[in-house]
Protein backbone atom coordinates (compact mmCIF):
# COMPACT_ATOMS: atom_id res chain seq x y z
CA UNK A 1 0.00 0.00 0.00
CA UNK A 2 1.18 3.70 -0.10
CA UNK A 3 1.92 5.38 2.67
CA UNK A 4 1.53 8.43 4.28
CA UNK A 5 5.47 9.18 3.73
CA UNK A 6 5.20 7.65 0.06
CA UNK A 7 2.44 10.43 -0.69
CA UNK A 8 5.12 13.13 1.16
CA UNK A 9 7.71 11.95 -1.54
CA UNK A 10 5.44 12.27 -4.46
CA UNK A 11 4.13 15.65 -3.36
CA UNK A 12 8.20 16.77 -2.74
CA UNK A 13 8.53 15.81 -6.77
CA UNK A 14 6.73 19.25 -8.16
CA UNK A 15 7.27 17.84 -11.83
CA UNK A 16 5.21 15.60 -13.53
CA UNK A 17 5.94 13.15 -15.75
CA UNK A 18 4.70 9.91 -17.70
CA UNK A 19 4.30 7.70 -14.11
CA UNK A 20 3.00 11.01 -11.98
CA UNK A 21 0.27 13.75 -12.62
CA UNK A 22 -0.93 15.95 -10.39
CA UNK A 23 -4.33 17.42 -10.47
CA UNK A 24 -5.72 20.57 -8.30
CA UNK A 25 -9.20 19.63 -7.43
CA UNK A 26 -12.14 17.44 -8.32
CA UNK A 27 -15.06 16.11 -6.60
CA UNK A 28 -16.08 12.92 -7.92
CA UNK A 29 -19.74 13.26 -7.23
CA UNK A 30 -20.62 16.65 -8.52
CA UNK A 31 -18.30 17.41 -10.92
CA UNK A 32 -19.41 17.10 -14.90
CA UNK A 33 -19.22 14.54 -16.88
CA UNK A 34 -16.48 15.62 -19.11
CA UNK A 35 -13.70 16.36 -16.01
CA UNK A 36 -13.94 12.59 -14.54
CA UNK A 37 -13.33 11.36 -18.25
CA UNK A 38 -10.47 13.61 -18.61
CA UNK A 39 -9.28 11.66 -15.35
CA UNK A 40 -10.08 8.33 -17.06
CA UNK A 41 -7.95 9.39 -20.10
CA UNK A 42 -5.00 9.93 -17.62
CA UNK A 43 -5.51 6.33 -16.06
CA UNK A 44 -6.20 4.52 -19.40
CA UNK A 45 -2.69 6.51 -20.74
CA UNK A 46 -1.26 4.81 -17.08
CA UNK A 47 -2.21 2.01 -17.89
CA UNK A 48 -0.45 1.29 -21.15
CA UNK A 49 2.51 2.99 -19.66
CA UNK A 50 5.59 0.87 -18.37
CA UNK A 51 5.33 0.53 -14.14
CA UNK A 52 1.43 2.74 -14.29
CA UNK A 53 1.06 5.74 -12.80
CA UNK A 54 -0.33 8.03 -9.80
CA UNK A 55 -2.90 10.89 -10.13
CA UNK A 56 -2.24 13.45 -6.88
CA UNK A 57 -5.07 15.50 -6.19
CA UNK A 58 -4.77 18.36 -4.20
CA UNK A 59 -1.88 20.57 -5.92
CA UNK A 60 -1.67 23.71 -7.49
CA UNK A 61 -1.40 23.35 -11.22
CA UNK A 62 0.48 26.26 -11.75
CA UNK A 63 3.50 25.52 -9.68
CA UNK A 64 2.83 22.45 -7.92
CA UNK A 65 2.72 23.27 -4.28
CA UNK A 66 0.55 21.28 -2.03
CA UNK A 67 -2.64 23.21 -1.33
CA UNK A 68 -5.10 20.55 -0.28
CA UNK A 69 -8.57 19.03 -1.22
CA UNK A 70 -11.60 20.73 0.67
CA UNK A 71 -13.00 17.90 2.82
CA UNK A 72 -15.92 17.61 0.67
CA UNK A 73 -14.10 16.69 -2.32
CA UNK A 74 -11.87 14.95 -0.21
CA UNK A 75 -14.49 12.28 0.86
CA UNK A 76 -16.22 12.62 -2.80
CA UNK A 77 -13.68 9.71 -3.75
CA UNK A 78 -15.13 6.69 -2.97
CA UNK A 79 -13.71 3.62 -4.28
CA UNK A 80 -16.42 1.55 -5.60
CA UNK A 81 -17.44 4.46 -7.09
CA UNK A 82 -14.45 4.99 -8.80
CA UNK A 83 -13.72 2.39 -10.09
CA UNK A 84 -17.18 1.23 -11.22
CA UNK A 85 -16.91 5.01 -13.69
CA UNK A 86 -13.74 3.58 -15.01
CA UNK A 87 -14.93 -0.15 -15.75
CA UNK A 88 -17.77 1.49 -18.54
CA UNK A 89 -14.33 2.88 -20.53
CA UNK A 90 -11.91 0.13 -20.12
CA UNK A 91 -11.41 -3.44 -22.19
CA UNK A 92 -10.71 -4.93 -20.29
CA UNK A 93 -12.09 -4.27 -16.91
CA UNK A 94 -9.05 -2.51 -15.60
CA UNK A 95 -9.17 -1.35 -11.80
CA UNK A 96 -6.91 0.82 -9.54
CA UNK A 97 -6.35 2.28 -6.26
CA UNK A 98 -7.68 4.93 -4.37
CA UNK A 99 -5.48 6.18 -1.29
CA UNK A 100 -6.99 9.51 1.10
CA UNK A 101 -4.44 10.98 3.46
CA UNK A 102 -4.99 14.07 5.69
CA UNK A 103 -1.14 15.27 5.28
CA UNK A 104 0.22 18.25 7.43
CA UNK A 105 -3.73 19.22 7.92
CA UNK A 106 -4.60 19.13 4.55
CA UNK A 107 -6.37 16.38 2.47
CA UNK A 108 -4.83 14.50 -0.80
CA UNK A 109 -6.79 11.59 -2.57
CA UNK A 110 -4.03 9.60 -4.94
CA UNK A 111 -5.56 7.22 -7.43
CA UNK A 112 -2.53 4.33 -7.87
CA UNK A 113 -3.19 2.90 -11.63
CA UNK A 114 -0.76 -0.13 -12.35
CA UNK A 115 0.17 -1.04 -15.59
CA UNK A 116 -1.82 -3.62 -17.73
CA UNK A 117 -1.03 -7.39 -16.80
CA UNK A 118 -1.86 -9.17 -19.88
CA UNK A 119 -3.28 -7.04 -22.34
CA UNK A 120 -3.39 -3.61 -23.21
CA UNK A 121 -6.32 -1.39 -22.00
CA UNK A 122 -8.28 0.16 -25.25
CA UNK A 123 -10.85 2.33 -24.45
CA UNK A 124 -14.61 0.86 -25.01
CA UNK A 125 -16.14 3.86 -25.30
CA UNK A 126 -16.74 7.44 -27.46
CA UNK A 127 -17.03 10.47 -25.89
CA UNK A 128 -17.58 13.85 -26.29
CA UNK A 129 -17.68 17.22 -24.39
CA UNK A 130 -21.27 18.45 -23.37
CA UNK A 131 -20.78 21.40 -25.87
CA UNK A 132 -20.28 18.52 -28.10
CA UNK A 133 -16.77 20.15 -29.66
CA UNK A 134 -14.43 17.82 -28.54
CA UNK A 135 -13.40 14.43 -28.31
CA UNK A 136 -12.69 13.46 -25.19
CA UNK A 137 -12.36 9.74 -25.71
CA UNK A 138 -12.41 7.60 -28.88
CA UNK A 139 -13.68 4.12 -28.48
CA UNK A 140 -10.91 1.74 -29.72
CA UNK A 141 -8.23 4.05 -28.93
CA UNK A 142 -5.42 3.08 -27.73
CA UNK A 143 -3.59 5.83 -25.19
CA UNK A 144 -0.12 6.28 -23.58
CA UNK A 145 1.58 9.18 -21.39
CA UNK A 146 3.87 10.89 -23.28
CA UNK A 147 7.42 12.43 -22.11
CA UNK A 148 5.95 15.69 -21.86
CA UNK A 149 3.28 14.16 -19.25
CA UNK A 150 0.32 14.01 -21.34
CA UNK A 151 -2.12 11.77 -21.93
CA UNK A 152 -2.64 10.63 -25.87
CA UNK A 153 -3.62 8.53 -28.28
CA UNK A 154 -0.80 6.06 -30.34
CA UNK A 155 0.33 8.26 -32.76
CA UNK A 156 3.33 7.45 -34.63
CA UNK A 157 4.76 4.19 -36.07
CA UNK A 158 7.85 4.75 -33.06
CA UNK A 159 5.55 4.62 -30.30
CA UNK A 160 3.04 1.91 -31.39
CA UNK A 161 6.21 -0.26 -32.51
CA UNK A 162 7.36 0.47 -28.89
CA UNK A 163 4.06 -0.26 -27.03
CA UNK A 164 4.12 -3.60 -28.82
CA UNK A 165 6.88 -4.51 -28.01
CA UNK A 166 5.98 -3.98 -24.47
CA UNK A 167 2.90 -5.95 -24.66
CA UNK A 168 4.83 -9.01 -26.44
CA UNK A 169 7.67 -9.43 -23.86
CA UNK A 170 4.92 -10.06 -21.60
CA UNK A 171 3.65 -12.84 -23.33
CA UNK A 172 6.95 -13.99 -24.04
CA UNK A 173 7.88 -13.84 -20.84
CA UNK A 174 5.51 -15.72 -19.66
CA UNK A 175 6.10 -18.53 -22.24
CA UNK A 176 9.92 -18.10 -21.31
CA UNK A 177 9.29 -18.74 -17.62
CA UNK A 178 7.20 -22.07 -18.82
CA UNK A 179 9.85 -23.27 -20.16
CA UNK A 180 12.51 -21.95 -17.89
CA UNK A 181 14.12 -25.38 -16.97
CA UNK A 182 14.83 -26.37 -20.53
CA UNK A 183 17.45 -23.43 -21.24
CA UNK A 184 18.96 -23.10 -17.98
CA UNK A 185 22.98 -23.46 -18.26
CA UNK A 186 24.98 -22.64 -15.29
CA UNK A 187 26.87 -19.42 -15.80
CA UNK A 188 30.20 -19.35 -17.34
CA UNK A 189 33.15 -18.56 -14.82
CA UNK A 190 34.59 -14.96 -15.97
CA UNK A 191 38.61 -15.07 -16.43
CA UNK A 192 40.75 -13.63 -14.07
CA UNK A 193 41.56 -10.92 -16.06
CA UNK A 194 37.73 -9.96 -16.73
CA UNK A 195 37.69 -10.50 -12.70
CA UNK A 196 40.40 -7.68 -11.92
CA UNK A 197 38.69 -4.69 -14.61
CA UNK A 198 35.24 -5.52 -13.05
CA UNK A 199 36.80 -4.36 -9.67
CA UNK A 200 38.96 -1.89 -11.07
CA UNK A 201 35.43 -0.05 -12.02
CA UNK A 202 33.52 -1.37 -8.92
CA UNK A 203 36.52 0.77 -7.23
CA UNK A 204 35.77 3.96 -9.17
CA UNK A 205 31.71 3.65 -8.78
CA UNK A 206 32.80 3.53 -4.87
CA UNK A 207 35.18 6.84 -5.11
CA UNK A 208 32.55 8.47 -7.07
CA UNK A 209 29.44 7.83 -4.09
CA UNK A 210 31.57 8.47 -1.30
CA UNK A 211 32.46 11.40 -2.45
CA UNK A 212 29.04 13.07 -3.22
CA UNK A 213 26.78 10.99 -1.03
CA UNK A 214 29.33 9.14 1.68
CA UNK A 215 28.35 11.34 4.55
CA UNK A 216 24.84 10.47 4.29
CA UNK A 217 26.09 6.66 4.03
CA UNK A 218 28.01 7.06 6.73
CA UNK A 219 25.25 8.17 8.86
CA UNK A 220 22.76 5.48 8.30
CA UNK A 221 22.05 2.40 7.02
CA UNK A 222 21.68 1.72 2.82
CA UNK A 223 21.22 -1.01 0.26
CA UNK A 224 24.41 -1.48 -1.99
CA UNK A 225 23.93 -2.87 -5.30
CA UNK A 226 26.22 -4.37 -7.93
CA UNK A 227 25.68 -6.28 -11.21
CA UNK A 228 27.61 -6.83 -14.14
CA UNK A 229 28.06 -9.10 -17.26
CA UNK A 230 30.77 -11.70 -15.91
CA UNK A 231 33.35 -11.53 -19.10
CA UNK A 232 34.56 -8.20 -19.10
CA UNK A 233 34.02 -5.85 -22.49
CA UNK A 234 34.68 -1.97 -22.34
CA UNK A 235 32.80 -1.81 -24.84
CA UNK A 236 29.58 -3.48 -24.49
CA UNK A 237 27.53 -0.82 -24.37
CA UNK A 238 28.63 1.56 -27.67
CA UNK A 239 28.10 4.96 -26.38
CA UNK A 240 26.70 7.39 -23.91
CA UNK A 241 24.04 8.11 -25.78
CA UNK A 242 22.57 4.17 -25.24
CA UNK A 243 23.53 4.05 -21.71
CA UNK A 244 20.99 7.15 -20.87
CA UNK A 245 18.46 5.94 -22.94
CA UNK A 246 18.82 2.17 -21.82
CA UNK A 247 18.27 3.64 -18.25
CA UNK A 248 15.69 5.52 -18.87
CA UNK A 249 13.82 2.55 -20.56
CA UNK A 250 14.46 0.32 -17.79
CA UNK A 251 13.90 2.39 -14.71
CA UNK A 252 11.15 0.88 -12.51
CA UNK A 253 8.36 3.04 -10.90
CA UNK A 254 6.24 0.96 -8.47
CA UNK A 255 6.13 2.42 -5.35
CA UNK A 256 6.37 5.85 -6.11
CA UNK A 257 9.98 6.57 -6.30
CA UNK A 258 11.75 5.53 -9.58
CA UNK A 259 14.47 2.93 -9.26
CA UNK A 260 17.11 4.09 -10.58
CA UNK A 261 16.40 7.68 -9.45
CA UNK A 262 17.75 10.06 -12.12
CA UNK A 263 18.47 13.30 -10.57
CA UNK A 264 18.02 16.72 -13.43
CA UNK A 265 20.66 18.56 -11.66
CA UNK A 266 23.38 16.53 -11.11
CA UNK A 267 23.33 13.37 -13.79
CA UNK A 268 25.99 13.52 -16.66
CA UNK A 269 28.82 11.74 -18.27
CA UNK A 270 31.76 10.52 -17.02
CA UNK A 271 34.55 9.21 -19.28
CA UNK A 272 33.10 4.93 -19.04
CA UNK A 273 29.49 5.78 -19.12
CA UNK A 274 26.80 7.61 -17.15
CA UNK A 275 26.61 9.08 -13.32
CA UNK A 276 24.02 11.04 -10.91
CA UNK A 277 23.38 10.96 -7.28
CA UNK A 278 20.70 13.33 -5.06
CA UNK A 279 20.36 14.53 -1.97
CA UNK A 280 17.37 15.83 -1.54
CA UNK A 281 14.02 13.33 -0.50
CA UNK A 282 16.03 10.23 -0.64
CA UNK A 283 20.02 9.64 -0.32
CA UNK A 284 21.28 7.41 -3.56
CA UNK A 285 23.50 6.91 -6.42
CA UNK A 286 24.39 5.23 -9.10
CA UNK A 287 27.27 4.64 -12.13
CA UNK A 288 26.49 2.52 -15.34
CA UNK A 289 29.46 1.64 -17.11
CA UNK A 290 29.38 0.75 -21.05
CA UNK A 291 30.73 -2.79 -19.99
CA UNK A 292 27.77 -3.38 -18.17
CA UNK A 293 28.60 -2.44 -14.87
CA UNK A 294 25.98 -0.81 -12.89
CA UNK A 295 26.77 0.23 -8.72
CA UNK A 296 23.98 1.58 -6.50
CA UNK A 297 23.58 2.44 -3.42
CA UNK A 298 21.06 4.51 -1.41
CA UNK A 299 20.18 5.64 2.19
CA UNK A 300 17.29 2.91 4.04
CA UNK A 301 14.22 4.67 4.11
CA UNK A 302 13.67 3.80 7.51
CA UNK A 303 16.25 5.78 8.66
CA UNK A 304 15.70 9.16 6.68
CA UNK A 305 12.47 9.40 8.21
CA UNK A 306 14.08 7.82 11.83
CA UNK A 307 11.63 5.08 11.52
CA UNK A 308 12.42 2.91 15.05
CA UNK A 309 10.61 0.03 16.21
CA UNK A 310 8.87 0.08 19.54
CA UNK A 311 11.77 -0.65 21.65
CA UNK A 312 13.77 2.34 19.53
CA UNK A 313 16.17 -0.02 17.70
CA UNK A 314 16.63 0.21 14.18
CA UNK A 315 14.52 -1.07 11.96
CA UNK A 316 14.00 -2.56 8.28
CA UNK A 317 10.57 -2.82 7.10
CA UNK A 318 10.24 -6.99 6.09
CA UNK A 319 7.40 -6.20 3.04
CA UNK A 320 9.10 -2.69 2.05
CA UNK A 321 12.51 -4.75 1.67
CA UNK A 322 10.68 -7.36 -0.48
CA UNK A 323 9.34 -4.88 -2.83
CA UNK A 324 13.19 -3.18 -3.27
CA UNK A 325 14.59 -6.56 -3.90
CA UNK A 326 11.71 -7.23 -6.29
CA UNK A 327 12.59 -3.96 -8.20
CA UNK A 328 16.34 -4.64 -7.85
CA UNK A 329 15.46 -7.45 -10.31
CA UNK A 330 13.12 -5.85 -13.04
CA UNK A 331 15.31 -3.75 -13.72
CA UNK A 332 18.46 -5.59 -14.71
CA UNK A 333 16.14 -8.21 -16.22
CA UNK A 334 15.22 -4.91 -18.48
CA UNK A 335 18.13 -3.38 -18.51
CA UNK A 336 20.66 -6.60 -19.63
CA UNK A 337 18.09 -8.39 -21.61
CA UNK A 338 18.55 -5.11 -23.81
CA UNK A 339 22.60 -4.94 -23.69
CA UNK A 340 23.45 -8.59 -24.06
CA UNK A 341 21.04 -11.59 -23.76
CA UNK A 342 23.01 -14.20 -23.65
CA UNK A 343 25.47 -12.93 -21.17
CA UNK A 344 26.12 -14.41 -17.81
CA UNK A 345 25.63 -12.09 -14.81
CA UNK A 346 26.95 -11.50 -11.03
CA UNK A 347 24.55 -9.87 -8.67
CA UNK A 348 25.85 -8.52 -5.66
CA UNK A 349 23.18 -7.07 -2.86
CA UNK A 350 24.67 -5.67 0.31
CA UNK A 351 22.67 -4.35 3.36
CA UNK A 352 24.76 -1.61 5.19
CA UNK A 353 24.13 -0.81 8.97
CA UNK A 354 22.51 -4.10 9.99
CA UNK A 355 23.91 -4.34 13.40
CA UNK A 356 21.19 -4.00 15.87
CA UNK A 357 18.89 -3.44 13.37
CA UNK A 358 14.99 -5.77 13.40
CA UNK A 359 12.88 -6.88 11.16
CA UNK A 360 9.62 -5.27 11.65
CA UNK A 361 6.09 -5.23 10.17
CA UNK A 362 5.40 -2.25 7.89
CA UNK A 363 2.62 -1.20 9.19
CA UNK A 364 3.10 -1.33 12.85
CA UNK A 365 7.23 -1.45 13.38
CA UNK A 366 6.99 -4.52 15.42
CA UNK A 367 9.82 -7.02 15.22
CA UNK A 368 8.22 -9.52 12.36
CA UNK A 369 5.62 -11.79 13.66
CA UNK A 370 7.17 -10.71 17.44
CA UNK A 371 10.09 -12.95 17.79
CA UNK A 372 12.58 -12.47 15.21
CA UNK A 373 16.33 -11.27 16.52
CA UNK A 374 18.36 -8.57 16.08
CA UNK A 375 21.37 -8.63 13.33
CA UNK A 376 24.60 -8.86 15.33
CA UNK A 377 26.65 -8.24 11.88
CA UNK A 378 27.47 -4.75 10.53
CA UNK A 379 26.26 -6.06 6.66
CA UNK A 380 24.50 -8.39 4.89
CA UNK A 381 25.20 -9.75 2.03
CA UNK A 382 24.02 -11.97 -1.13
CA UNK A 383 25.72 -12.92 -4.70
CA UNK A 384 24.32 -14.83 -7.54
CA UNK A 385 25.82 -15.99 -10.76
CA UNK A 386 22.86 -16.47 -13.16
CA UNK A 387 22.19 -15.78 -16.60
CA UNK A 388 20.46 -13.41 -18.08
CA UNK A 389 17.74 -15.96 -19.91
CA UNK A 390 17.17 -16.84 -16.10
CA UNK A 391 16.54 -13.58 -14.94
CA UNK A 392 13.98 -12.74 -18.00
CA UNK A 393 12.30 -15.86 -17.53
CA UNK A 394 12.35 -15.55 -13.89
CA UNK A 395 13.29 -12.28 -11.81
CA UNK A 396 10.33 -12.56 -9.97
CA UNK A 397 11.22 -16.21 -8.67
CA UNK A 398 15.03 -15.17 -8.23
CA UNK A 399 13.87 -12.09 -5.86
CA UNK A 400 11.72 -14.39 -4.14
CA UNK A 401 14.71 -16.68 -3.72
CA UNK A 402 16.88 -13.92 -2.25
CA UNK A 403 14.65 -12.13 -0.27
CA UNK A 404 14.55 -15.36 1.96
CA UNK A 405 17.76 -15.35 2.22
CA UNK A 406 18.41 -12.40 3.74
CA UNK A 407 15.55 -12.59 6.28
CA UNK A 408 16.79 -15.86 7.34
CA UNK A 409 19.91 -13.99 8.60
CA UNK A 410 17.37 -12.15 11.02
CA UNK A 411 16.91 -15.30 12.22
CA UNK A 412 13.14 -15.38 9.86
CA UNK A 413 13.69 -19.16 8.55
CA UNK A 414 10.64 -19.98 8.12
CA UNK A 415 9.29 -16.85 5.68
CA UNK A 416 6.86 -18.03 3.51
CA UNK A 417 7.68 -17.86 -0.38
CA UNK A 418 3.86 -17.66 -0.72
CA UNK A 419 3.70 -14.84 1.15
CA UNK A 420 6.19 -12.83 -0.06
CA UNK A 421 5.15 -13.82 -3.60
CA UNK A 422 2.22 -12.08 -2.24
CA UNK A 423 3.78 -9.17 -1.49
CA UNK A 424 5.83 -9.00 -4.66
CA UNK A 425 2.21 -9.29 -6.73
CA UNK A 426 1.03 -6.46 -4.94
CA UNK A 427 3.35 -4.71 -6.00
CA UNK A 428 3.48 -5.32 -9.73
CA UNK A 429 -0.06 -4.99 -9.88
CA UNK A 430 0.08 -1.67 -7.90
CA UNK A 431 -2.16 -2.91 -5.41
CA UNK A 432 0.11 -1.47 -2.22
Known amino acids: MLLEEDIRQLLKIKTESKNLDYKEGLNWDTSPKDKKLEIVKDILAMANTQDGGKIIFGVKDSDYDFIGLSEVDFKSFDPTKVNDFLHNYTEPQHSCQVYKYKIDEKYVVVIDVPEFPEVPIICK ?3 YSSDNNKQILKKGQIYIRTEKASSEAISSVEEMREFLGRALTKKGDELLHSIERLIKGKPIKPTEESEEKNREEIKEADDFLSQNIGEGLKKNGYWEVIAYPTQYSPKRIPDHKTIKELIKKSRVQLSGWYFPHIDN ?10 ESYT ?12 SGLFVWKKVFWEDINDYKTHDNMLALSSESAVWSITEFFLFFKRYYEEIDIESDLHIKIVLNGTKDRKLVDL ?9 YSAVKENSVTIEENLKVVDLKAAYKEIANRIARRIFSIFDWDDASEAMIDN ?3 QLLEGKL
Open 279 to 290: TWIMIEGYRAYQ
Open 423 to 425: WQT
Open 265 to 274: ENSSNFSKGR
Open 125 to 127: KDF
Open 363 to 371: DSLRPQFGK
